[in-house]
Structure formats: C-alpha cells, structure tokens
C-alpha cells in the first residue's frame, strides 16, 4: 500500500548550516506531496507542496523537487535558522485523496 | 480569518470513559478530517467528512465516531477509553476534500487517559 519514509532524526545543526531531510514515497500513479511542519507545542501548518512530478515546491527557505524517478520529496535548506527547531513530516494523501499519510517525522534542532 | 479551532485544549480522562472532541473549520471550508498523534509519531488517519457524509475512514475501532453537522463544525467521540487512546487528536479542513487541496491543522486536543 502507499506509504511514506523519512530519515530517522534528530537532526542537530549550527545555524547556518545546510539541511536536508530525506523522503521517499511508496504511491501509485502521481500523487500530490506536501511536507508539514509543526513547532513545539503546536499543530501541523503547511510548509511547501507539489502537485506534479518534477515540480519544485518552496517557502520559507525550504525547497523540494518531485522526483518521480526516484519516488523522492527531499526538503532542503541553505541556511537554518534557530526559528527552524520543529517537526517536520512528510505526507502524501490516500483513500482517493480523502486522508494523509504521513511519515514519522524528523527533529530538526538547530543551535546558535 | 479565524483558523481551525478545537476544544478543549487538554483533557484529562480515565480508563472506560467516553470524550467528545469539537472542531470548527475555517469559513467556507466544507471538508474536515480527524487525525491521532501519539507522542513521537506522524498523524495517523481517523476520519474525513466532507458535507456531513462521512468519505473516509482510518483503521481504528468502532469505538471512535464522528458526525458533522450543518454548519460544517465537528465532533469526535471516542468510546470505553483506553490508555493506548492517550494522545493529541488533531482537527483539519479544506475546501472540498481533493487530493490537492491543502489541509489546514488545528492547533490539536491533548487527551491523557489515565
């Protein structure tokens, strides 16, 4: 079935480091991915989506390409941010686009 | 514009009782779905209704339901609790329930079943 998987975390940074979070999807067909963010304390706020392979999705900072050649939606960042410390998770919908799946998320921490 | 509410913001239960959960979507958005967050894990799927029909369904027990009403807001009811029900149930909506509407969240609902 469809599935998601994203790198194991925590991750820790020093501000202004490069980030990458990996994910891979198992899907049929193209689906829509979208990766969500959630700060401590808070629910999921939308960071960035892409509807179609190849598309580049951005916001913030954050980018990801739909690469359907190797089912992939890495999040990359040039430089982070100690405003960047959160939860992020991968997800792409199911059940006829009713539902999200999402990954187990990944611990971004970032220090000064 | 108001975003997605839910009440209450915590709530404390024990083993055996029933909760309800309520969610307001944002304005005009017809679609809501429910989701479970145990601690250290992505959201899992519970429901989506979408103008009071349920469309989708998660794999929990029947022991969850949920129902819309007319003006678009939600309630979800979770029955005969258990400890393993212990976690932050998070509330979203979008316009119409495709697949390439975005989800707005919910700030979440802490339920602790002792």
């Known amino acids: 079935g469809d599935s998601v998987t994203q790198m194991e975390g925590p991750v820790t940074l020093s501000e202004e480091a490069f980030l990458t979070i990996n994910c891979t999807y198992t899907?049929?067909?193209?689906?829509?991915l979208f990766w969500y963010v959630q700060y401590p304390g808070e629910g999921l706020q939308l960071l960035l989506k892409?509807?179609?392979?190849?598309d580049k999705g951005s916001n913030k900072g954050f980018e990801a390409t739909y690469r359907k050649e190797t089912t992939s939606f890495h999040l990359e960042k040039g430089s982070v941010q100690v405003s960047d410390s959160a939860v992020y998770f991968c997800?792409?919908?199911?059940?006829?686009?009713?539902?999200?799946?999402f990954g187990k998320g990944t611990t971004l921490s970032v220090s000064s | 514009d108001a975003g997605v509410t839910q009440s209450p913001t915590h709530l404390i239960k024990t083993r055996g009782q029933h909760v309800t959960l309520r969610c307001s979507p944002i304005?005009?958005?017809?679609?809501v779905s429910w989701y479970q967050q145990v601690l250290g894990q992505g959201p899992q799927f519970i429901f989506q209704?979408?103008?009071?029909?349920?469309?989708g369904r998660g794999n929990f027990p029947d022991r969850f339901s949920a129902r819309q009403f007319p003006n678009y807001s939600s309630e979800l009811n979770v029955n005969a609790l258990l400890l393993g029900d212990s976690a932050l149930y998070l509330c979203?909506?979008?316009?119409?329930?495709?697949?390439?509407?975005?989800?707005?969240f919910g700030p979440g609902t802490r339920l602790t079943v002792l």
């Open positions: 997800a792409l919908p199911y059940q006829a686009g009713t539902a999200l799946i």
């Open positions: 979203a909506s979008n316009l119409a329930g495709g697949q390439t509407d975005t989800q707005y």
């Open positions: 892409a509807t179609k392979a190849d």
């Open positions: 899907a049929t067909g193209y689906p829509s």
């Open positions: 304005s005009g958005h017809k679609s």
């Open positions: 209704y979408y103008e009071k029909e349920e469309r």
